[in-house]
């Protein structure tokens, strides 16, 4: 069991950045690879950003690569998720998952432990 609690959301203007972060106990999180997952209000949820245990890899959804940075620190047991260049369509509910598999996942059926979400808004 590893237990997930997001924290860094909130509300920003168009073109600023926040930085999110995923803290993770129970297990350590070098166990897990670790997913950004986000969900507005009446749409799926959708994939962002995923790492692998080490952090030596990661990849992004196109609409938000090269716009955010998924990272880890397992000594701290944080997964963290910065983002910069934001706009109101990346307005949601985000979300971090792990999951004890290897390499990277992007399908959130694959991620057994999730946090409770953390609200991002960006206004115009």
């Known amino acids: 069991q590893v237990q997930l609690v997001e924290s860094g959301g909130g509300l920003v203007q168009a073109g600023g950045s926040l930085r999110l972060s995923c803290a993770a106990s129970g297990r350590t999180l070098s166990n897990f690879r670790m997913g950004w997952f986000r969900q507005a209000p009446g749409k799926e949820r959708d994939f962002i950003a995923a790492?692998?245990?080490?952090?030596?890899?990661?990849t992004y959804s196109d609409s938000v690569k090269g716009r955010f940075t998924i990272s880890r620190d397992n000594v701290r047991n944080t997964l963290y998720l910065q983002m910069n260049s934001l706009n109101p369509e990346d307005t949601a509910v985000y979300y971090c998952a792990a999951d004890s598999g290897p390499g990277l996942a992007t399908n959130w059926a694959r991620y057994d432990y999730w946090g409770q979400g953390t609200q991002v808004t960006v206004s115009s």
């Open positions: 790492i692998s245990r080490s952090g030596g890899s990661t």
